[in-house]
């Protein structure tokens, strides 16, 4: 028997503009603000009123093609001078989630056969609504291959959103959830808080809830203890960068939950589609990993926690070793180690 359910989506298209859920008001408002500039893109990315890999290249992609579609010129070389400075001031935005330069690569390389600027702007929006559809697929497609993995499963621990919100629709590693809701399959999920900004918290539980899976939060610090008291089966995470090895970048955290799984040998799956891979950096080490503002750290809701002066340290992401990833779930299939050849493989199908 299928079941409704309720699952969010961040992106309404309407035809000048973006219609954008705000993350940050999240759980407690559900506004959608209307991005116009490019500044406003560039911004709302930054803020993380729209973040998660996937997500963010979306939000781009509609950026520069709005922004493109309103400049005024006739001259296809000056109007490919400006989509580079636009694209590059929006790439600057944040440099950990690879899918954000893919988004921008593959809205360039359609306009390169574009013959006048009209043509040019139909392309980018084609192209950005294009990416928004496909990715929607994409995410059901994972959510299918991880729910065949997750079957005879019911208590699974993630940690920050890589749900529907982070995404088109249905997500990454909460997908197999949002899909087992609709097939009457009952999950228990534990969510990680995830600090210093609370996706977990805020975002992770709220989706859930919307599509009837039970979930209970937990702090980041309570993990292994919940693992081994609540026989928590294995853990699903999203991903903001696999490299060409496998070692994987998502959410600061993440990797501690992996080491916690090798120890309690329970598996350790990442949910991520193939545009998530980048062959060019042989190993996590060159990942760029983003540090984000004190603040984040040092206050609550704008209430200062530690002694003023307290030095901190705020990476927004960690990388996973790959031997410590028993599956990455894709939209082409799940790959298992050796990931140097799977990936290779599943790339060179595109
Ligand atoms: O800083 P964020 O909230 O953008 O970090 C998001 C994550 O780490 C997600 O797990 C990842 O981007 C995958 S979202 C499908």
């Known amino acids: 028997m299928t079941h409704t359910t309720t699952i969010p989506t961040s992106f309404i298209f ?6 954008l859920l705000n993350q940050q008001k999240l759980p407690h408002r559900v506004e959608y603000l209307q991005l116009y500039s490019l500044k406003e893109f560039y911004d709302a990315i930054v803020t993380l009123k729209v973040r ?6 979306i939000t781009a992609a509609y950026g520069l093609a709005l922004s493109m579609n309103r400049y005024d010129t006739g001259c296809l070389a000056e109007f490919m001078g400006k989509f580079k400075e636009d694209k590059d001031y929006l790439f600057s935005s944040r440099p950990t989630a690879v899918n954000l330069g893919w988004a921008l690569d593959s809205l360039q390389n359609a306009i390169e056969r574009a013959q006048s600027v009209n043509e040019a702007k139909t392309i980018l929006l084609h192209s950005a609504i294009h990416l928004h559809a496909e990715d929607e697929v994409t995410c059901r497609k994972i959510g299918e291959y991880g729910l065949q993995l997750l079957n005879d499963k019911s208590t699974i621990m993630t940690i920050c959103n890589a749900g529907s919100i982070a995404t088109s629709k249905y997500g990454t590693a909460l997908a197999p959830f949002h899909l087992g809701s609709e097939q009457g399959k ?7 808080e995830t600090r210093p900004v609370f996706q977990g918290s805020r975002l992770t539980t709220w989706e859930l809830q ?3 899976v039970n979930v209970t939060l937990i702090a980041d610090s309570m993990a292994a203890h919940t693992i081994k008291e609540k026989n928590v089966e294995a853990v699903i995470v999203g991903a903001d960068r696999i490299a060409a090895n496998g070692d994987t970048a998502n959410k600061i955290g993440t990797s501690m939950l ?7 040998d329970i598996p ?8 998530t891979f980048d062959i060019t950096l042989p190993s996590g080490s060159s990942i760029p990993i983003e540090e984000r503002a004190p603040e984040e750290l040092t206050e609550i809701n704008g209430h200062r926690i530690p002694p003023r002066d307290t030095l901190v340290y705020n990476p927004a992401f960690d990388v996973t070793p790959h031997e410590l990833i028993t599956g990455i779930i894709t939209e082409k299939g799940i790959l298992t180690p050796s990931y140097d050849e799977s990936i290779r493989k599943v790339i060179s199908q595109s």
Do not use: K
């Not at 350790?268 to 545009?275: G, Q, R």
């Open 210 to 212: 919307q599509s009837g």
């Open 14 to 19: 309407r035809d000048d503009h973006l219609e």
């Open 52 to 57: 998660g890999a996937p997500a963010i290249g």
């Open 258 to 264: 992996a080491i916690l799984c090798n120890h309690y």
């Open 268 to 275: 350790f799956y990442v949910a991520a589609p193939s545009s």
């Open 186 to 192: 009952t999950f228990h999920v534990y969510a990680c």
